[in-house]
């Protein structure tokens, strides 16, 4: 953070209780008290909402993009998917003159 910004907070949004929090945008602000009045006008004017999340950007860690490979699966699951099965043919019936 440089001298002439204020801190960075993340801002979650609720539309209704029960659903979850999606991620609306962020904003500046001196701190957390202040950084949910701003988001209150910023994020809840104009749409419904019945609840909002400010969340200070240095509170959040996430993985770095070169760290992609901690995502691959370590064994084949493709068992978990059709793809996984192959098809039978349909056996011939009495009677049927299609060919298998």
Excluded at 48 to 72: K, M, P, R
Excluded at 79 to 86: A, H, I, V
């Amino acid at each position: 953070m440089t001298d002439t910004q204020w801190p960075v907070f993340e801002v979650f949004h609720q539309q209704a209780r029960g659903e979850p929090h999606v991620h609306v945008g962020s904003i500046h602000a001196p701190d957390a008290q202040m950084a949910l009045v701003l988001a209150k006008e910023q994020y809840a004017r104009r749409m419904a909402c019945v609840n909002l999340w400010v969340v200070s950007a240095e509170a959040i860690l996430a993985t770095d993009y070169e760290d992609a490979d901690i995502f691959d699966h370590g064994t084949d699951k493709s068992y978990r998917e059709s793809t996984g099965y192959q098809t039978t043919k349909r056996a011939k019936a009495i009677g049927d003159t299609a060919e298998i």
